[in-house]
């Protein structure tokens, strides 16, 4: 028997523990809370995830459930029929970028902010739903950095339109950032609000540092001490500690008043 034989029938037989493995860890990940996930971070993904899920039930029973002959077949068919179609999904999933969104990634660690801000706008531009959405945020936070804060606010809200929940929040915490800059406390206050208001959101911790920040300028100083609480208690640690300073800076301003 050759090689290639033998290492084909090798791979047949492990696929199945593999594939489980996989779904078992992709379905523990979603009972993380949604800010703490690796796995299952998009509803393609999560969708990718339940046909895996199929496709490893359906080859357990075909291994296990000592099925009449006929049966067996139809589902031997199905089996591979879902298989097509999961590798389909994936590569959906996962496919390279175009060469724009990678250039601009590229300008943008380079620090030609120029350059990237140029080859986002080009993805923008094409229409590629499944690039647009990144590529938008990608050009707000390029063009805040180059201080286009006009620009920026454009960006950012073109990503919050296009409803993906993978960009959506982060699109409106870097809002809020922009129009606190532009001295629009309201509608940044709004902004971090509306983040606050995401199941799961991972930028639900910063937002509730930044809205403590607006509230205490505001004079609101329970509001920001809820806000910075919030911070304290949900985020990660580059949250807590500015969180924390500032809740005992509040506290110590108040106590010599």
Same mark, same amino acid.
């Given at each position: ?5 033998? &290492? ?53 029973? &075909?291994?296990?459930?000592?099925? $009449? ?30 060469? #724009? ?31 647009? $959405?990144?590529?938008?945020?990608? &050009? ?7 201080? #286009? ?15 993906? $929940? ?22 940044? *206050? ?8 995401? $199941? +799961? ?15 205490? *300028?505001? +004079? ?14 949900? +985020? ?22």
């Amino acid at each position: 028997m050759g090689l290639v034989p033998v &290492l084909l029938g090798a791979v047949a037989w492990l696929a199945p523990f593999l594939i489980t493995a996989f779904v078992v860890l992709g379905w523990v990940d979603l009972l993380r809370p949604a800010s703490q996930r690796t796995l299952v971070t998009s509803r393609s993904r999560g969708m990718v995830l339940a046909l895996w899920s199929a496709w490893a039930l359906l080859a357990w029973v &075909l291994r296990l459930a000592g099925l $009449p002959h006929s049966t067996a077949r139809v589902l031997v068919h199905v089996h591979q029929v879902l298989f097509a179609a999961i590798l389909v999904a994936s590569v959906t999933v996962v496919r390279p970028r175009s060469g #724009d969104f990678r250039r601009g990634r590229q300008s943008s660690r380079r620090g030609d902010l120029d350059g990237a801000a140029a080859a986002y706008r080009r993805v923008v531009g094409s229409g590629r739903r499944a690039e647009v $959405p990144y590529a938008a945020f990608n &050009l707000g936070c390029v063009l805040y950095r180059r201080g #286009d804060l006009d620009g920026a606010r454009a960006a950012f809200q073109r990503a919050i339109d296009s409803g993906r $929940p993978d960009v959506v929040p982060r699109a409106i915490l870097n809002l809020g950032n922009v129009l606190d800059r532009l001295g629009d406390e309201q509608g940044a *206050r709004a902004a971090y609000e509306r983040v606050l208001g995401i $199941p +799961g959101a991972r930028q639900a911790a910063k937002a509730a540092l930044r809205l403590g920040e607006v509230l205490e *300028r505001e +004079g609101d100083t329970e509001g920001a001490r809820a806000a910075y609480r919030r911070a304290i208690d949900h +985020g990660p640690r580059e949250v807590r500690e500015p969180a924390a300073r500032a809740l005992i800076q509040l506290n110590n301003a108040q106590a010599g008043e």
